[in-house]
């Protein structure tokens, strides 16, 4: 049985999600405890439970303690199945956080799974946005085998979410390693605006042009689309997402989301700054996508390479669960300005 310490290091729901993936494609039972302890809200969130509950569908699993605020957890995982899945949060808790649970999962199935979530937040704070997930997640899994397509039906925001996707992900036979060893040459810039029920107030055009503009005065020429969403009639929203691509394969990402009080002018200039943070230092993963195919290059049986900036707390807890569950370690080195992370199986 592997056991989990969910204070450890972050102590946050990236050692429950990471430890529930785990635990589902190695067939092995899991008992976590402390589960985020050390937040102001310790134990399952909505999301958190979802995402448990969503987990023990596909490998038929048996699960004690899946409660709302539940600090300790028991689950009994079996074969992981295809088909049809179906996931409600029934808050604003986020989905692309609990798409960070599932889809390690869903690439040892044995063949296509289709995932839909709803009643959730595909743009909250504290997570990436659907669109991140959607032109930067998903693009470099591609790289390692992994096929899949995702769908927006309904964006959701806080206070009351009501977002709805539909992600179908077909299995590789083989996962490929991840190399991305060299930054390039910039071949585009490039973006997605998104505003829900605000167009009178042409909040989608005023977060593009801010971070346009930005970046332009920075020497970077960046389209941004604009997308003025009527999908979700309760609950209005925005956020934006700029992506940068190069000539040897490297997508970076970043976004930002509009809240109350907030003006639109101040999300598209997040976005643009992180941007331009991530192309000056030349990664070939940035900063958030560093952490998240921790679950995926750690499965390869070749060795993975990529350059990040920094050291994240996610991140650092993701290598360590990985090192601790898993047989493979990761080699983290200085190279120049950059941090090298390697992954390697210890045989």
């Not at 390690?104 to 199935?109: D, K, M, N």
């Not at 996707?165 to 390693?177: A, E, F, G, Q």
């Not at 505003?195 to 920075?218: G, I, M, P, Y």
């Not at 190069?246 to 109350?260: F, N, P």
Request: some cysteine; overall charge positive.
């Amino acid at each position: 049985m592997i056991e989990v310490d969910g204070q450890q290091r972050s102590g946050s729901g990236t050692i429950l999600r990471l430890a529930v993936a785990f635990s589902s494609i190695l067939e092995e039972e899991l008992h976590i405890y402390n589960i985020r302890k050390r937040r102001a809200k310790p134990g399952l969130r909505p999301q958190h439970l979802e995402a448990v509950l969503t987990a023990a569908k596909i490998c038929n699993a048996k699960v004690e303690g899946a409660t709302l605020d539940s600090t300790e957890l028991w689950y009994y995982p079996q074969k992981i199945r295809s088909g049809r899945i179906d996931a409600s949060i029934g808050t604003a808790g986020s989905i692309p956080m609990l798409l960070m649970t599932i889809l390690p999962i869903c690439a040892h199935s044995k063949g296509r799974i289709i995932l839909n979530v709803s009643q959730g937040g595909t743009d909250v704070r504290h997570a990436p946005t659907i669109n991140y997930i959607d032109w930067i997640l998903l693009p470099t899994l591609k790289k390692m085998g992994i096929k899949s397509s995702l769908e927006i039906t309904r964006y959701g925001y806080y206070p009351k979410g009501n977002g709805e996707i539909s992600i179908t992900v077909d299995p590789p036979n083989k996962l490929r390693p991840l190399k991305l060893e060299k930054f390039g040459e910039i071949t585009r810039v490039e973006g997605i605006s998104v505003a829900t029920f605000l167009d009178d107030r042409r909040v989608a055009e005023r977060q593009a042009k801010s971070a346009e503009e930005h970046l332009a005065r920075n020497g970077i020429k960046c389209e941004i689309k604009t997308v003025n969403d009527q999908s979700n009639p309760i609950q209005k929203g925005s956020s934006i997402l700029i992506r940068t691509c190069t000539d040897t394969g490297v997508i970076l990402g970043a976004d930002s989301i509009g809240e109350i009080r907030k003006r639109s002018e101040q999300v598209g200039l997040e976005a643009a700054r992180s941007i331009l943070k991530e192309i000056r230092e030349k990664p070939t993963v940035d900063v958030h996508l560093s952490d998240m195919i921790v679950p995926y290059v750690a499965f390869c049986q070749e060795d993975s390479s990529i350059l990040c900036r920094e050291m994240t707390e996610h991140l650092d807890t993701n290598i360590w669960l990985a090192q601790r569950v898993l047989d493979v370690r990761f080699e983290v080195a200085k190279k120049k300005q950059l941090l090298q992370i390697k992954c390697q199986k210890k045989c």
